[in-house]
């Protein structure tokens, strides 16, 4: 499967941005989506994901309650919507896919397939 991830800008604190995971291929259903960022200097970290079904999803406690993850498979496209943001959400944001397999993996090894990033900037 190969992603594409859209929508990120320059949005001040407070402000408000959805980003899009757009996948080719017939088995989008078959994936878990989850979505990472990288900050400059820091390593990729777990931002929030949503089971095959779109029913279940799970978060990093540092965006809980203000960032929400969902999927419309029949478009192929996985969304974060990210309210509320901060300086600290400043990052490149990946999405991510991995075949379920039962459960749900939280480590970026895990993943086997790779948007290219868009890069979310918040201004304070």
């Known amino acids: 499967v190969q992603l594409q991830a859209s929508g990120g800008g320059l949005v001040q604190a407070g402000g408000s941005l959805r980003l899009s995971c757009t996948a080719s291929?017939?088995?989008?259903?078959?994936?878990?989506i989850a979505w990472f960022r990288q900050a400059p200097g820091k390593e990729r970290e777990f931002v929030a994901a949503?089971?095959?079904?779109?029913?279940?999803?799970d978060y990093a406690n540092s965006v809980k309650g203000r960032f929400t993850i969902s999927r419309d498979n029949a478009k192929n496209t996985a969304y974060l919507q990210m309210n509320s943001l901060k300086p600290e959400d400043t990052a490149v944001y990946y999405c991510?896919?991995?075949?379920?397999?039962?459960?749900?993996?939280?480590?970026?090894?895990?993943?086997?397939?790779w948007g290219q990033g868009t890069q979310v900037t918040v201004s304070s």
């Open positions: 291929g017939r088995t989008f259903s078959s994936y878990t």
């Open positions: 949503v089971l095959p079904s779109g029913g279940s999803t």
């Open positions: 991510a896919a991995q075949r379920w397999v039962g459960r749900l993996f939280y480590a970026k090894t895990n993943y086997d397939y």
